[in-house]
């Protein structure tokens, strides 16, 4: 870990940072329950488990005046109708958030409250995308050709509610329609 100020560099077109202390690998295996459709994605997973998306992370102490940063590359396919996407989370300090910096590819960041209120953003090259404290995020590949890349920062302390959304999704799913992107309403919704 670094004791001084430091630089890295981000390739403009996406791909890897040029330094990363973690390497985090999401393989389909990790997303049960996490799409609508389960018989997709059972069919899906017994032609062999894809790498679904990977988080390149630099390691900083987990504490609350550090920013935890990285890049996250999310492949494209699609279970079903639905995209693929992250698993998506609270954080476990519900109060802090979270800034995005889209490298490549194209996508939409799905967010909601506890509250039930939802968000729905367009994701594309040189956009930023702040998601504000409270708010549950999670990214979908809209593109079904190229990777989505797109750096990330949050506060050290925040740490990664999964279980609200493991048990509950978000309101809104991302589905191709007619080859382009659509938000739907989760017909498994609940609030908890
Ligand atoms: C973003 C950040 C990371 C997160 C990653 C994968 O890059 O929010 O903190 O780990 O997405 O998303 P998830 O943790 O929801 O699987
Ligand atoms: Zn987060």
């Not at 679904?52 to 920013?67: F, Q, S």
Request: overall charge negative; proline content about 6%.
């Amino acid at each position: 870990m670094h004791n001084q100020p430091f630089t890295f560099e981000l390739p403009k077109q996406g791909g890897i940072p040029s330094e990363y202390d973690n390497h985090l690998v999401r393989r389909l295996s990790s997303m049960r329950g996490m799409y609508r459709d389960h018989a997709a994605y059972e069919a899906l997973l017994s032609q062999g488990d894809p790498v679904h998306y990977e988080v390149y992370e630099i390691k900083r102490p987990e504490v609350a005046g550090e920013l935890l940063q990285g890049v996250s590359v999310i492949h494209p396919g699609k279970v079903g109708n639905e995209y693929f996407m992250t698993k998506g989370h609270f954080h476990q300090v519900l109060e802090t958030g979270e800034v995005y910096y889209c490298l490549s590819g194209q996508g939409m960041m799905v967010m909601e409250t506890p509250e039930g209120d939802w968000s729905v953003q367009e994701f594309c090259p040189g956009q930023v995308l702040y998601v504000l404290p409270r708010w549950a995020h999670r990214s979908v590949n809209t593109s079904l050709t190229q990777d989505l890349v797109f750096f990330f920062a949050y506060p050290g302390n925040a740490g990664h509610n999964y279980g609200t959304i493991e048990q509950q999704g978000f309101r809104k799913l991302i589905v191709e329609s007619n080859g382009a992107p659509l938000v739907v309403d989760n017909p498994h919704w609940k609030h908890r």
